[in-house]
């Protein structure tokens, strides 16, 4: 279990240490990263950040993120999706305003070229609609332990 740290009010630096494995390919762009913000003398304000954003993900809030990502703002408050359905909602006021006031609705102009097509016939189901609907069922005796192995193979399948 790990030792609490008391608070103390004097200001002091306290030192950390953590190791990241080189052989790992994965760690090596993070290695770089963190050279480079040593060099510049930034790596202890980017870990510090690092932390209070992790913390107040894990609260379930966004101050931080907004604060260290500022263009994140917009997507959290107004979208576009926000604007399009606000934009809807004004058009259909428009219409529902000149319906009110005596207007008809007028159909939409047709724009676009005609596609030729083969003229088909309509179909006609006139024929046997007095007779009554026969279903056939047929039963499968393998139908069981079919059913027992592709449930099978698809739970293997899942691990």
Known sequence: MAKEVKHDPRPMRVPFQFN????KSD????INEFERLRGRRKLTAFIVDMWRLWADLVD????????LF???ANRFT??????LLQSIFDQQAIILKKLEAGATMQPMQQTGKILSAPNFAVPSFDEDDDEPITLLVKADPNAAARITANFLDSAMGIH
Do not use: H, Q, S, W
């Open 20 to 23: 990241l494995d080189r052989a």
């Open 27 to 30: 760690i090596k762009p993070i």
């Open 60 to 67: 379930g809030k966004t101050n931080v993120l907004i604060e």
């Open 70 to 72: 500022p263009d994140f």
């Open 78 to 83: 107004t979208t576009d999706g926000d604007k």
